[in-house]
C-alpha cells in the first residue's frame, strides 16, 4: 500500500508512438511523469500531453471505465488507462502501447472497426418474429428476474476490446470472432424475448467461431467490467453442442405481456413521485 | 482524403506462445498446443517408421536397434510427458469447454470472480493427477530401461 500520499514518485512512461506519415513502424518514446498515489495511467497520459508532447494521441471520453474507449496495453496487458492506477501496476517504469491484435491508426490509437463488424453481424440485439413489433413494440414482453440473471452478466460489457487484444487465438487467427462478439450472442440467445437464436448459432458454430477458443481465460482476466467473456463461450459451446444432439430444450420467444397502460400495477411497487417539470 | 497507412499489430503466433503477465490458464494453453503438435508429430513419425515393415526394414527388433539409441528413447520420455499433460488437461478442457465447472452467469462485483476462479479446483486436480502419472510412468521408464 502506498503509504504516503503527498508523496511524488518519477516514472518513467514508455510510450509507443506511430506517426503514419513519417514513421515506418511504431518506435518507443520515453516521459519522466511525477507520479502521485492514486494517480491513473490516463491522467499520466495527459500530463505528457499537457507538459512534454502536445502530440501525443490516444482516445477516451469518459475517464471513469464506461466508455469503453481507453483501452491500452499497460506494462503487457490489456487494460482501461482510466481504471487503472499506476502505482498498482508499475514502480519505475510503465509501458503503453496500443491494443494489439488491430491495426494501429496512430500512436495508441488501434482501429477497432473489425470487432464491431463482427458484433454488427451476429445481430448483437432482441430479435422478434414480427418485425413490425421489434420496431415499434406495443407493449411489455414477460421475464422473471430469474431469466434476465442467465444473461445480464454479458449485457456489462463496453466493447473496450480488452478482451481481444489478450486473445491468443485471435493473434494467430484475424478471422477469428473473438470473445467480445461471442459474449454478446449467447447474452441475446438465452434471453426469453429473443427469436435471433438459430442465426446466430449458425455463425458462432461456424469455422472461425466459438471452437477456436481453448480456454486460455485471458479474456476474462483482463475485462474491466467483469463481463467473463471465457464462461459466456464455454455455455454457447454447450448450447451447440446439445442442438447438434437435438437434446436442447425448445424455447419460444416470451409473449408479450400486455400493451401500454393495459398492465395493473403492483400494489408492492410505490406510486412515482409527482412530477417535478412539465406538469 | 488519401488512406494513411497503418500499422499492422496482430501478435502472430508470439501471440499464443510468448510469454508476459498472464495466468496460469493461458500457460496451459500454450502447453496443450505444443505438446498436442508434439504428440503428433511423434504420431507422424511413429506411422512412417512402422510402414518400413513393408519394405522388410525393421528399426525397433534386434540387438543394437536403430530406435534403440538414446536420442530416441529421450525422444520417448517426452512424448510420455507430453501425453500426460496433454491427457488430463484434455479431460478439464472437454469439461469446461461443455460448460460445467465454469459456473453460472453471476452479477459482477468488484472484485471480480471468474469463471477462471469456479475451475481452478479442477484444474489444479488434473495437474495433480498428471503429476502423479507422470512420476510412475517415468519411474516404470527408466527403471524398466535399466534392467
Ligand atoms: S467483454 Fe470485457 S474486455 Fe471484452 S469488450 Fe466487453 S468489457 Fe471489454
Ligand atoms: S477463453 Fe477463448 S476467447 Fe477467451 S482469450 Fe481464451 S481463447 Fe480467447
Ligand atoms: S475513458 Fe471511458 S472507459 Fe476509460
Redesign the interface.
Known amino acids: 500500500m502506498w503509504e504516503n500520499v503527498a508523496e511524488v514518485r518519477e516514472v518513467a512512461f514508455h510510450v509507443t508512438r506511430f506517426t503514419p506519415e513519417r514513421d515506418v513502424k511504431p518506435r518507443v518514446q520515453t516521459f519522466q511523469v511525477p507520479v502521485r498515489a492514486g494517480m491513473t495511467v490516463l491522467e499520466g497520459l495527459h500530463y505528457i500531453k499537457e507538459n512534454l508532447d502536445s502530440s501525443l494521441v490516444w482516445r477516451y471520453s469518459c475517464r471513469m471505465g464506461v466508455c469503453g474507449s481507453c483501452g491500452m496495453l499497460l506494462n503487457g496487458r490489456p487494460g482501461l488507462a482510466c481504471n487503472t492506477q499506476i502505482f498498482d501496476i508499475a514502480g519505475t517504469d510503465l509501458t503503453v502501447g496500443p491494443l494489439p491484435n488491430f491495426d494501429v491508426v496512430r500512436d495508441l490509437i488501434p482501429d477497432l472497426v473489425p470487432m464491431f463488424s463482427k458484433h454488427a453481424g451476429l445481430r448483437p440485439h432482441v430479435v422478434r418474429e414480427d418485425a413490425a413489433d421489434q420496431d415499434d413494440p406495443a407493449g411489455e414482453y414477460f421475464q422473471t428476474p430469474a431469466q434476465l440473471e442467465e444473461f445480464l452478466q454479458f449485457t456489462y460489457c463496453i466493447k473496450c476490446a480488452c478482451c481481444m487484444a489478450a486473445c491468443p487465438t485471435l493473434a494467430t487467427d484475424a478471422g477469428y470472432l473473438g470473445p467480445m462478439p461471442l459474449a454478446q450472442v449467447q447474452r441475446y440467445n438465452v434471453d426469453t424475448r429473443d427469436g435471433g437464436r438459430g442465426e446466430r448459432l449458425a455463425a458462432a458454430g461456424a469455422a472461425h467461431g466459438v471452437f477456436r477458443c481453448h480456454y486460455a481465460g485471458e479474456c476474462s482476466r483482463v475485462c474491466p467490467k467483469g463481463v467473463d467473456p471465457a464462461k459466456a463461450i464455454q455455455h454457447l459451446k454447450r448450447q451447440l453442442v446439445l442442438d447438434y444432439l437435438h437434446l436442447a430444450r425448445r424455447q419460444k420467444p416470451c409473449a408479450k405481456q400486455h400493451g401500454p397502460g393495459k398492465g395493473t400495477r403492483d400494489p408492492q411497487i410505490p406510486a412515482s413521485p409527482p412530477r417535478t417539470i412539465g406538469a | 482524403m488519401p488512406e494513411?497507412?497503418?500499422?499492422?499489430?496482430?501478435?502472430?503466433?508470439?501471440?499464443?506462445l510468448g510469454g508476459?503477465?498472464?495466468?496460469m490458464?493461458?500457460y496451459?494453453?500454450?502447453l496443450?498446443?505444443v505438446t498436442g503438435l508434439g504428440i503428433l508429430a511423434y504420431f507422424l513419425m511413429h506411422i512412417c517408421v512402422t510402414s518400413l515393415r513393408a519394405w522388410g526394414i525393421y528399426l525397433w527388433t534386434g540387438e543394437g536397434a536403430f530406435l534403440d539409441a538414446p536420442v530416441f528413447k529421450v525422444g520417448e520420455f517426452l512424448v510420455f510427458s507430453a501425453f500426460a499433460f496433454h491427457a488430463f488437461n484434455g479431460v478439464r478442457?472437454i469439461l469446461?469447454?461443455?460448460?460445467f465447472a465454469?459456473?453460472?452467469?453471476?452479477?459482477?462485483?468488484?472484485p471480480?470472480?471468474?469463471?477462471?476462479h469456479v475451475q481452478r479446483p479442477l484444474f489444479l486436480a488434473m495437474m495433480v493427477l498428471a503429476a502423479v502419472f507422470f512420476a510412475a510412468g517415468s519411474y516404470e521408464f527408466w527403471h524398466g530401461l535399466a534392467r
Open positions: 494513411l497507412k497503418r500499422h499492422d499489430n496482430r501478435l502472430g503466433i508470439w501471440g499464443w508476459g503477465r498472464w495466468g490458464e493461458r496451459a494453453y500454450i496443450h498446443r478442457l469446461v469447454e461443455l460448460g465454469v459456473g453460472k452467469p453471476i452479477e459482477p462485483v468488484y471480480y470472480k471468474s469463471s477462471l
